[in-house]
Nanobody, 117 residues
Framework: VQLQASGGGLVQAGGSLRLSCAASGVSLNDYFMGWFRQYPGKVREFVAQIQWSSGNTGYADSAMGRFTISRDLARNTVYLQMNNLGSWDTALYFC???????????WGQGTQVTVSS
């Protein structure tokens, strides 16, 4: 699986961004797709995931109610819609993939999200 993330940028506090992650190289039916973020000097932290086959989703507490993960089956793309962004959301965001039953172990390149207050 190859993952190509995009959509990061600079946004004012309270604004919105949508991240995209295009997947290629394999059928995703046996995969979960996810988003993580990383603050400078910190380990990556989970943000959200979606099971490709069912569309079932899961979120970190920090994302619940503000972020929405979704997928486009035709485009093999997963999205992260982020609303009501705050300075604490400033981070490098990564998309990731894992097979059912495994840990996330396939990573795309990061896309920077910067929220100005």
């Amino acid at each position: 699986v190859q993952l190509q993330a995009s959509g990061g940028g600079l946004v004012q506090a309270g604004g919105s961004l949508r991240l995209s992650c295009a997947a290629s190289g394999v059928s995703l039916n046996d995969y979960f797709m996810g988003w993580f973020r990383q603050y400078p000097g910190k380990v990556r932290e989970f943000v959200a995931q979606i099971q490709w086959s069912s569309g079932n989703t899961g979120y970190a507490d920090s994302a619940m109610g503000r972020f929405t993960i979704s997928r486009d089956l035709a485009r093999n793309t997963v999205y992260l819609q982020m609303n009501n962004l705050g300075s604490w959301d400033t981070a490098l965001y990564f998309c990731a993939a894992r097979r059912v039953g495994e840990q996330f172990n396939i990573w795309g390149q990061g896309t920077q999200v910067t929220v100005s207050s």
